[in-house]
């Protein structure tokens, strides 16, 4: 598994931005996706993942404005973002997990593989 996350960038509040983590090992539908941010000073969080399509996890700090999603054909999980906050300002890691359930998605270390993480800054 070798993940490439990219989409990031310079957004003012209220904007959207679509995060994109491609797998160079085509091995991605068999994986638990996960989305984890970090800002300066702040420990790593989770922000939201994914598991055999249909199960989807969120943190409260997102929810309703974020939505994950995979496309198994292009190997890639996205990340859309919408309704963006300035706290919402750091680096986003995209993540596989061999295997993940419920809560324990929320934990980065279930997660073996990691992207190296992409930029975004929401401005006021």
């Known amino acids: 598994v070798q993940l490439q996350a990219s989409g990031g960038g310079l957004v003012q509040a209220g904007g959207s931005l679509r995060l994109s983590c491609a797998d160079s090992?085509?091995?991605?539908?068999?994986?638990?996706m996960g989305w984890f941010r970090q800002a300066p000073g702040k420990e790593r969080e989770f922000v939201s993942g994914l598991r055999r399509t249909v199960n989807t996890y969120y943190a409260d700090s997102v929810k309703g404005r974020f939505t994950i999603s995979k496309d198994n054909a292009k190997n890639t999980v996205y990340l859309q973002m919408n309704s963006l906050k300035p706290e919402d300002t750091a680096v986003y890691y995209c993540?596989?997990?061999?295997?993940?359930?419920?809560?324990?998605?929320?934990?980065?270390?279930?997660?073996?593989?990691w992207g190296q993480g992409t930029q975004v800054t929401v401005s006021s």
């Open positions: 090992g085509r091995t991605l539908s068999t994986y638990a």
């Open positions: 993540a596989a997990a061999r295997y993940c359930s419920g809560y324990g998605c929320y934990d980065p270390g279930v997660y073996a593989y």
